[in-house]
């Protein structure tokens, strides 16, 4: 079955970065794009950025643009977000997703980032 | 970018009832819409997409419909496990978008 497992993410401060890596298995991960969600406490759903099956595209909230980065190694299996500038507002649980055109399959559990000083 | 808002934002209902939420969009998006199910301290599940078309393994009490910019999701009789926030989402154009979320509680 699709697996797929978030890490990387802790506390920070405001001002540094995190990379968070997520590990896929179960599927033909060089077949599919990828996505990052982010939910803050309490909060709804937010779509972060998305990279096509083979890195050639890749697309971003306003936010995030020029901090984050969506990267993948399709022989590791494995989705990268390389957040830099972090801020507070920056603070949520960040699921690694795998989506088709016309929905998200698959969600990871989460790993949650907390930009604090 | 295309904004989603759903209505209510917050439902109190019982087991047993059928229930309706509605997501509009600020313009057309076809009927590229998913719905996703959100319980407490988990990750969100896929529902419906293409508007109505249902995941596998989604029980048939769950139906979607729309296209354009209305849409709506419909559980035809609570059970006790639909208890949950429910999200819409637009995938027709970047940045995706969801709507702000429908909490569903036990009346």
């Known amino acids: 079955q699709v697996q797929l497992v978030e890490s990387g993410g802790g506390v920070v401060q405001p001002g540094r970065s995190l990379r968070l890596s997520c590990a896929a298995s179960g599927f033909t991960f060089s077949s599919y794009g990828m996505h990052w969600v982010r939910q803050a406490p309490g909060k709804g759903l937010e779509w972060v950025a998305a990279i096509l099956y083979d890195g050639s595209n890749k697309y971003y909230t306003d936010s995030v643009k020029g901090r984050f980065t969506i990267s993948r190694d399709n022989s590791k299996n494995t989705l990268y977000l390389q957040m830099n500038s972090l801020r507070a507002e920056d603070t949520a649980i960040y699921y690694c997703?795998?989506?088709?055109?016309?929905?998200?399959?698959?969600w990871g559990q989460g790993t949650l980032v907390t930009v604090s000083s | 970018d295309i904004q989603l808002t759903q209505s209510p934002s917050f439902l109190s209902a019982s087991v047993g009832d059928r229930v309706t939420i509605t997501c509009r969009a600020s313009?057309?998006?076809?009927?590229?819409l998913a719905w996703y199910q959100q319980k407490p301290g988990k990750a969100p599940e896929l529902l419906v997409y293409?508007?109505?078309t249902l995941q596998s393994g989604v029980p048939s009490r769950f139906s979607g419909s729309g296209s354009g910019t209305e849409f709506t999701l419909t559980i035809s009789s609570l059970q006790p496990e639909d208890f949950a926030t429910y999200y819409c989402?637009?995938?027709?154009?970047?940045?995706?978008?969801f709507g702000q979320g429908t909490r569903l509680e036990i009346k």
């Open positions: 997703v795998q989506g088709t055109g016309d929905k998200f399959d698959n």
């Open positions: 313009q057309g998006i076809t009927s590229s």
């Open positions: 989402q637009q995938l027709n154009s970047y940045p995706i978008t």
């Open positions: 293409a508007a109505s």
